[in-house]
């Protein structure tokens, strides 16, 4: 069953459109699921590389002098470097990156759209009238729409 795009929209979404006037919404875009899907490839790389220089650092640091003679210090530290880093890199895509992607979405109305972003300052939401619009240019993979009083709206391919 295919529902309308009136009943795809949240309260809040509907708050938002009715506040800036947008008028009755055509669609709704979020992000590319093929983008959501190179992230969770990114997260289980950095888990694997985090299981490998886990093991294999502390078995080249720790291994040849397990029997009390003096560690490597330095080798020590940078492997920690490395694992902290892939640890790191794991939270921040699966608590920070993967969740304002899937909350990010973009609605077309009759009067503009409205784009709203989740960040960890806060809800972002930019707002463009269709009467305002002077030009669109596409750069590098992203539409930049140029508005009346020299600002810019950009737009990029993931959606």
């Known amino acids: 069953m295919i529902r309308s795009t009136e ?3 949240s309260e809040e979404d509907a ?9 009755s919404p055509f669609a709704i875009f979020k992000i590319n699921p093929m983008y959501i899907s ?3 490839f990114l997260f289980f790389l950095l888990v694997i590389f985090f299981l490998i220089f886990a093991s ?8 040849p002098n397990w029997q009390g003679s003096d560690i490597d210090y330095l080798s020590l ?7 902290a880093s892939c640890l790191f890199g794991v939270i921040f895509i699966l608590r920070v990156a993967l ?3 899937q909350k990010q979405r973009i609605i077309v109305c009759e009067q503009g759209l ?5 960040t960890l300052r806060g809800r972002k939401i930019a707002v463009v009238d269709w009467q305002d619009v002077r030009r669109i240019q596409r750069l590098y993979g992203e539409y930049l729409i140029k508005q009346r009083g020299g600002e810019a709206f950009s737009l ?3 959606y």
Do not use: T
């Not at 409205?114 to 989740?118: D, H, R, T």
């Open 7 to 9: 009943q795809q929209l």
């Open 15 to 23: 708050q938002l459109i009715e506040a800036n006037d947008l008028g």
């Open 38 to 40: 190179f992230m969770y």
């Open 56 to 63: 294999a650092g502390l078995i080249y640091v720790i291994g």
């Open 77 to 83: 530290a940078l492997v920690a470097v490395m694992i």
């Open 99 to 101: 969740p304002e992607a």
């Open 114 to 118: 409205l784009e709203v972003k989740e």
């Open 156 to 158: 990029d391919i993931l």
